[in-house]
């Protein structure tokens, strides 16, 4: 399984030309380099609800108007996986502060992950909701669906309140990903969409951003003006 092993490409068999040219466009037809600056994927599908211990419905409709976080993962009962849903978990009250829903979904039925839930002890007290996407329909509308081994990839996608991905984060399944990171973006993103500046590399809430609302023209080729290396990195 692709969360157990090292980083090896996907192994193809040969193909005619037909076959190859055929997979070429339903691969087209499935995925994207990228979903930023386009509305989301809709979707519809089962869910465990650990907050709850229920099982429940979910659809893109139950997050209209409101920031929100799909975060997909590749298997239940793996190992990565369950150090990323207890840090996003560990946060689940900052993402909240911040108006942020966060749903996870792997490729695994509704009962894998009552199960994972209640048998792995990383994730006692869970809060979150965990999508069942076993046909994998969700996982390719949102272009990380690993056809070979019927799992998704590491994908995490930031939705604003219009529908709208503003980041998307896609990496391989054996190297985990950083939720601190992931916060610090998702108050970057809070404050230029409400500001209309812009946010430097590693913005903070509170260091400098850059105001190009306003001095658009006088910032043009002269940044280092407003901000240094030293802000920046500091």
């Given amino acids: ?38 509305k989301a994927p809709e979707f519809k599908m ?20 409101k920031w929100r976080v799909v975060c997909f993962y590749p298997a239940d009962f793996t190992f990565v996986c369950p150090t990323e849903i207890a840090a996003m978990n560990a946060k689940y009250d900052e993402f909240q502060e911040l108006g942020v829903e966060i749903l ?13 839930v209640e048998t792995e002890p990383l994730l006692a007290g869970l809060k979150l909701t965990i999508g069942a996407d076993p046909t994998g329909a969700v996982s390719r509308a949102f272009g990380v ?20 991905v503003v980041a998307q984060e896609v990496q391989a399944p054996m190297v985990g990903r950083n939720v601190h990171e992931f916060l610090r973006q998702v108050r970057a993103w809070q404050h230029a969409e409400k500001t209309g500046e812009v946010c430097p590399a590693g913005w ?6 850059l105001p190009v ?22």
């Avoid at 193909?15 to 380099?33: A, D, H, R, T, Y």
């Avoid at 903070?204 to 951003?209: A, E, L």
């Avoid at 609302?213 to 500091?234: A, C, F, H, K, L």
């Fill in 46 to 65: 089962d869910a465990y609800d650990a907050a709850t211990g229920h099982y429940k419905q979910v659809a893109s409709s139950d997050y209209e108007g």
């Fill in 1 to 38: 399984m692709a969360c157990d092993t090292g980083a090896k490409p996907i192994e193809t068999k040969e193909v005619s030309v037909e076959e190859n040219q055929n997979k070429i466009e339903k691969k087209e037809e499935n995925m994207s380099s990228s979903l930023v600056l386009r």
């Fill in 104 to 116: 996870a979904v792997s490729t695994d039925t509704k009962f894998s992950h009552k199960r994972f």
């Fill in 213 to 234: 609302n306003t001095d658009v023209e006088q910032m043009t080729g002269r940044v280092g003006d407003y901000i240094t290396v030293e802000e920046i990195m500091s």
């Fill in 145 to 164: 669906m690993i056809e070979e081994e019927g799992i998704a990839l590491r994908g995490r996608f930031l939705i604003n309140p219009e529908g709208t």
């Fill in 204 to 209: 903070v809430p509170g260091k400098k951003t």
